[in-house]
């Protein structure tokens, strides 16, 4: 079992729609959470930081933790073409070591 | 520019020569990463500097990573005698604490390594 799991997608929605991007984490030590965005080429950028349970929010982002269900989430709302991206899901389990899934690649049409 | 620099932004060698990656973080930041990602996969974490001190290192990192900090400014990361699985993307974050979390990671923009 890896980890830290995501589905690869890629997660199509139409402009305007909320995406849901999941992960799930098989460590139960694990005290923080992240989502970091990738566009093609780049280098990742940290969007959202989580580390109690319960929503975060971030003007159209939303991150949603269940520790008791191992369960991180990330919601885009209104989403817009650019933010095509692939999401990466991290977790930290009180060291320095980030754990990052494969990633979720959103793909929002016009 | 104040970001995370790395350099060189691609790197292609033959297989057994040997390559390095230099990387400034941005200037205040006391904690510098090297983490390496290959197509289709999340980084996977390599080694951690606090100041000039390395840390953490991950057992993926072979006798032939070594990584230095010497002043606790810059890093570079060599690796020796290449191999074809050493192809990837060699990502350097950086970030200060206390101040951030422990996962908020500032990154460069890679150094792309290709082993023919």
């Known amino acids: 079992q890896k980890e830290v799991e995501q589905n690869s997608g890629p997660l199509s929605v139409p402009e305007g729609a909320i995406a849901s991007l999941n992960c799930t984490y098989s460590?139960?030590?694990?005290?923080?959470f992240f989502w970091y965005r990738q566009y093609s080429g780049k280098s990742p950028e940290l969007i959202m930081s989580?580390?109690?349970?319960g929503d975060k929010e971030d003007g159209r982002f939303t991150a949603q933790l269940n520790k008791a269900s191992q369960y991180v989430s990330l919601l885009i709302r209104d989403s817009q073409p650019s933010d095509s991206a692939t999401y990466l899901c991290?977790?930290?389990?009180?060291?320095?070591?980030?754990?990052f899934g494969t990633g979720t690649r959103l793909l929002v049409s016009p | 520019d104040t970001g995370v620099s790395q350099d060189p932004r691609h790197k292609i060698t033959k297989r057994g020569q040997n390559v390095t990656f230099r990387c400034d973080p941005i200037?205040?930041?006391?904690?510098l990463y090297w983490y390496r990602q290959t197509l289709g996969q999340g980084p996977e974490f390599l080694t951690y500097?606090?100041?000039?001190?390395?840390?953490?290192k991950s057992r993926l990192l072979s006798d032939r990573f070594s990584a230095e900090r010497p002043k606790g400014s810059f890093s570079t990361l060599e690796i020796q005698r290449t191999e074809q699985g050493d192809s990837a993307m060699y990502l350097c974050?950086?970030?200060?604490?206390?101040?951030?979390?422990?996962?908020?990671?500032?990154f460069g923009e890679g150094s792309r390594l290709t082993v023919l």
């Open positions: 974050a950086s970030s200060f604490q206390p101040g951030q979390g422990p996962g908020e990671l500032f």
């Open positions: 460590d139960r030590v694990s005290q923080s």
């Open positions: 989580i580390y109690s349970n």
């Open positions: 991290a977790v930290n389990r009180g060291f320095q070591k980030l754990v």
């Open positions: 200037s205040e930041h006391n904690r």
């Open positions: 500097f606090q100041n000039e001190a390395q840390l953490e």
